[in-house]
């Protein structure tokens, strides 16, 4: 592995679709700062760019893309349906293709399982749940606006609910959820290959102001390896056979979290990491209409 290029790596979806191993992610990347930021991720070399409906920022990431110059074909777009949009799924896809200023998107997902009622985010809709959102994305891949379609935030208890359903004709492709060595949810990531889904890990780093960066553990193994704590825990990601969408709006650092080839973790560096006893999440359920996550990695 010593040699292994992370940078060109894709990990297969069971669409056959090849998911690029490391993207730019963009949530709370502000106006007149993501523009910038995607471009020069993909002058860097990325190829793969995460947003969603919910950031308020696809026309940028859509701008950011043409400033760079590299062909659409090139560049994986994942972006979600916001909880809101549950009922109008062709206008969410609608909205978000129109603002990207692309035919198309390489993945689409269901960003919360959480259908909320769009004149009051407080409640939850009577008549509609995910099974039922779901039931309207299978549709779109066949319109070529949409190449695979997934979903966000789905515990195991969720996953089952939506495999169980009859309608349910499609597996995701991908699972986006919250993974770093604070939350590592191994049982979910278990189920998850079973049921032959990819797992995207998001909030790779810990999100902003993440409390990992001042991690003895981490800090020791990164100095003992000429690596950053962030270039540490981005590998950890990776050799877990998740893709990672690490965000950086700093030049700089969008540069570093993409230096992750010809070097690797041994198994014990891994083990290291897995060992870290601390836990914490970043984006719970608390302000979601429903109940998503149901103790820890269920
Ligand atoms: N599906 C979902 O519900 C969901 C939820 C959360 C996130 N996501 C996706 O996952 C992406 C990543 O998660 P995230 O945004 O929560 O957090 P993250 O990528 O774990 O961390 C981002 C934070 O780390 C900083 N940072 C990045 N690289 C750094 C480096 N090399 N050195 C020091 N600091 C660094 C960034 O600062 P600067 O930007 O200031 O450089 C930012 O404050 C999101 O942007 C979004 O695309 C999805």
């Known amino acids: 592995m010593a040699s292994k290029q992370w940078t060109k790596t894709t990990f297969p979806l069971n669409t056959d679709a090849q ?11 502000q106006p007149n ?10 002058l860097k070399g990325y190829r793969h760019i995460d947003t969603a409906l919910a950031y308020g920022n696809e026309n940028e990431v859509g701008q950011g893309i043409k400033d760079s110059g590299v062909p659409r074909e090139e560049i994986w777009i994942t972006t979600k349906l916001d909880n809101p949009w549950h009922k ?26 959480s259908s909320t009622d769009p004149t009051d985010l407080k409640k939850h809709l009577p008549d509609w749940d995910f099974r039922d959102t779901w039931a309207e994305m299978q549709k779109l891949p066949a319109s070529g606006r949409v190449k695979n379609i997934g979903v966000s935030n789905f515990a195991i208890k969720n996953l089952e609910k939506l495999l169980a359903d009859e309608r349910t004709k499609t597996v ?19 189920y998850l290959k079973e049921k032959n889904i990819h797992a995207t890990a998001y ?11 001042q991690n003895e553990t981490l800090k020791k193994l ?35 979290n993409f230096e992750v080839d010809g070097w690797e973790l041994t ?10 006893p601390e836990r ?7 302000w979601l209409p429903v109940k998503v996550f149901f103790g820890d990695d269920e």
């Open 267 to 276: 198994d014990d560096e891994m083990k290291q990491i897995d060992a870290m």
């Open 19 to 29: 998911i690029p191993a490391i993207g730019l992610g963009t949530w709370q990347s």
């Open 172 to 190: 995701p492709a991908v699972n986006q959820i919250e993974l770093h060595p604070n939350c590592p949810s191994p049982k979910l990531l278990q």
């Open 88 to 113: 109008r799924v062709e206008e969410g896809i609608e909205s978000s293709l129109k603002s990207l200023g692309v035919d198309y998107v390489d993945l689409y997902l269901m960003h919360w399982p």
């Open 280 to 286: 914490f999440k970043v984006c719970g359920d608390g």
């Open 33 to 42: 700062e993501v523009r910038e930021a995607v471009k020069t991720a993909l």
């Open 222 to 256: 990164a100095a003992s390896k000429g690596k950053t704590v962030q270039q540490v825990l981005l590998m950890w990601g990776l050799q877990r056979g998740t893709s990672v969408i690490p965000k950086s709006v700093t030049a700089s650092r969008i540069e570093a």
């Open 203 to 213: 909030s790779c780093l810990g999100s902003t102001d993440s409390p990992l960066y």
